[in-house]
């Protein structure tokens, strides 16, 4: 049955209404919700800045983008976006999807909570983290009319605690690796939630290192110049 939502069709081929089970079947209601929206949010920035992009691989990337973040697909070492877009990529591949076609959905999902980057890549990779953008964080939202945003959030409610809850979620999927969140920001999320969380410093890493480069940066080797045979 096809399915129009703020002017936007949820995509109904074969492919995306097994995603649309899969994720189902995964997710509890706050994070489905939540990816639908991603999905309308991401495909009317689309359609407003004329952007060319395939909806379906739009579809799959929105609804793939916080798989990472549930047991069945949590690992104990890799960022959560990174769990979500090897999800995707093997899902995919079981319906026999180009690589170009997966390689997109892999990083509109494994840079989607990396600020600055997305939106100078393609439009299947820049629109997934717009959508996520205007859910969560609220980044364009004068851009979006009245009538679209309560279109998609009657379809698609967001919780009466929603900003609460996402933050819960994110923290529940990270909390037991939390090196996963080292330069991104769910740092602030763990620094937020988890009293024992101890935020890495860039800068105390550098200077940290095992590099020694006053005594022993320097590989001596034959014909570099240097007398290396001096005590």
């Known amino acids: ?14 492919l995306a209404r097994a995603a649309t089970e899969l994720v189902r079947d995964t997710e ?23 952007l060319k992009y395939d909806p379906e691989l739009l579809y799959i990337g929105a609804m793939f983008h916080d798989m990472g973040l549930t047991d069945a697909y949590r690992s104990k070492t890799d960022r959560f976006e990174v769990d979500g877009a090897n999800a995707a990529r093997d899902f995919l591949r079981q319906y026999g999807a180009s690589e170009y076609d997966i390689e997109q959905v892999w990083l509109g999902i494994a840079l989607h909570t990396t600020p600055g980057v997305p939106e100078h890549l393609k439009p299947n990779v820049a629109l997934v983290t717009a959508g996520v953008e205007m859910d ?37 999927g990270t909390i037991d690796k ?3 969140t080292f330069g991104n920001v769910k740092a ?6 988890d009293p024992s969380y101890k935020r890495l410093n860039f800068c105390q890493i550098i200077l940290g290192s095992a590099w020694d480069d006053v005594n022993g940066a320097h590989v001596h080797h034959a014909g570099c110049g240097h007398d290396h045979t001096a005590a």
């Open 1 to 14: 049955m096809s399915t129009r939502i703020a002017g936007i069709q949820i995509p109904d081929s074969q």
């Open 28 to 50: 509890n209601d706050l994070l489905f919700h939540h990816s639908r929206r991603v999905f309308l949010f991401g495909a009317l920035t689309g359609e407003r800045k004329q």
């Open 136 to 172: 969560v964080l609220g980044l364009a939202y004068d851009d979006f009319t009245p009538t679209q945003r309560i279109q998609v959030c009657a379809a698609h409610p967001r919780e009466a605690d929603f900003k609460n809850a996402i933050i819960d979620a994110f923290a529940g």
């Open 178 to 180: 939390p090196l996963t």
């Open 188 to 193: 602030d999320v763990l620094e937020l939630r």
